[in-house]
Every structure is written in structure tokens, then in C-alpha cells.
């Protein structure tokens, strides 16, 4: 059961931040497992059977994300993240390119929402040609989201705007990925289990955009019309 992070969960993350190196690690993976780790698999398990429950036809599953970086992709970094997050997903082979729900711990603080880490063009030029159609289903999740004060859109914009649908969808329609955050410093959620529920209620509140997102994968590629 999850009881909460610790301070000294936080203390390894700034530690491996600044002694992103193998002697440190190996004298602090106790640390790591004791306070990081498992304590984000028993909150990923809690959020996932809350989801679970109560979607179940989505067939969600939970991954949490490894410290190591993968040796191929160093660029000059520490062989470890100095972060660690959980996504709930359908299965695929590839969980970047498609919509997740996410949570990740960082030392500077947490952040939760619903994205795509790396949304594939094809994606987003569906998201358009929907919008384009019949723009009403997605405008009123969109005047709904408008009216909460939890998330906001993260927008990665085309350098040329790809249309302009209006000013409720323009940053949507002309986003190259997007994401729905919430950003937060450390505070006292994080060191409590009450943590577990917020991020279920925030996941179950983006769901209609989950599903949305995921008719887009039976959509026809309009790029090929």
C-alpha cells in the first residue's frame, strides 16, 4: 500500500543528479529501492486499480520506468534518470508514440496528466482532419477543460500554423504534440498517501480525452487522400 514519498526520496533524486555515477548509485540503491522505487510501484498499482475499476473496458495496463538510461543513448549524461514515473496505457510496443496517462517525480517537484511523448505526425494530422469534419465533440471537451483549473495544455506549435479552426481550438489544431499537465512543487500530497486518489480523480477526469484520442487510431491517414 502507498504510503507516501519521503524527503528522502527526494534527497537521492538531487543526489543522482549530482553524482550521476555508478559508486554512488551502488552506495545508495538500498535508498533508491527503500524510498523510490517501490513506493512508485505500490502508487502506480493503487491509481491502475482505480482506473481499472472503473473504465475496465480501455484494458489498461502500468509501467514504471527504469532509473538506468539505456547505454545507446547517453549523449554525455549519467548512465540514470534523475526522475522517476509511471505511465497507465493500452499494451503496444511502442508507449511513446501513443496516448498515455502519466505521473513523474522530479527534485525540483511532480507533475500528472495525459499525453504523448512523442506523437507521430500521422496523430496529430488525424486530430486536424477530425476537427476539421465535425469539430463540435472535441470543442466541448475542450470549453469543459477550459472551465477546470487542474491542467493546462502543454502545446508543442508547428512553426506554420497548420489552419485556423478558431481561437477555442487554434492551439490544438496546430499543435505538433500536446499534452494535458498538472505541475506542482513538492508539497504535503507527496508524502501522503492521499496522493493515490488525486491522481485517480485527475485520470478520471481526462478520460473523455483518452478516448477520444484513441478513435484517432482507426481514423484513415488523411495524408493520403
Not at 504510503?3 to 548509485?25: A, C, H, M, P, V
Not at 540514470?80 to 510496443?93: C, Q
Request: proline share 8%; aromatic share 16%; with cysteine.
Amino acid at each position: 500500500m502507498f504510503q507516501g514519498f519521503s524527503q528522502e526520496t527526494i534527497d537521492f533524486l538531487w543526489g543522482i543528479r549530482f553524482n550521476n555515477e555508478k559508486s554512488w548509485f551502488e552506495a545508495h540503491k538500498e535508498v533508491y529501492l527503500q524510498r523510490l522505487y517501490r513506493p512508485m510501484q505500490a502508487l502506480s498499482q493503487e491509481v491502475w486499480e482505480a482506473l481499472d475499476g472503473a473504465f475496465p473496458d480501455l484494458e489498461l495496463i502500468r509501467r514504471v520506468t527504469r532509473i538506468y538510461r539505456d547505454a545507446r543513448r547517453l549523449h554525455g549524461r549519467g548512465p540514470y534518470k534523475d526522475r522517476l514515473w509511471f505511465t497507465l496505457e493500452r499494451p503496444s510496443e511502442d508507449w511513446t508514440v501513443r496516448p498515455v496517462f502519466w505521473f513523474e517525480l522530479e527534485p525540483e517537484g511532480y507533475s500528472y496528466g495525459l499525453g504523448c511523448y512523442q506523437a507521430p505526425p500521422v496523430m496529430m494530422a488525424k486530430l486536424r482532419a477530425r476537427l476539421d469534419a465535425d469539430p463540435k465533440p472535441f470543442s466541448r471537451l475542450v470549453r469543459k477543460f477550459a472551465r477546470q483549473d487542474r491542467f493546462h495544455l502543454e502545446a508543442q506549435p508547428y512553426k506554420r500554423p497548420k489552419g485556423d479552426p478558431g481561437p477555442l481550438l487554434y492551439d490544438w489544431y496546430n499543435a505538433r504534440s500536446l499534452s494535458l499537465c498538472c505541475d506542482r512543487s513538492h508539497d504535503a500530497l507527496l508524502f501522503s498517501p492521499e496522493l493515490a486518489e488525486e491522481l485517480a480523480a485527475g485520470f478520471r477526469a481526462l478520460a473523455p480525452f483518452y478516448r477520444y484520442f484513441l478513435l484517432l487510431e482507426g481514423d484513415p491517414d488523411p495524408r493520403d487522400t
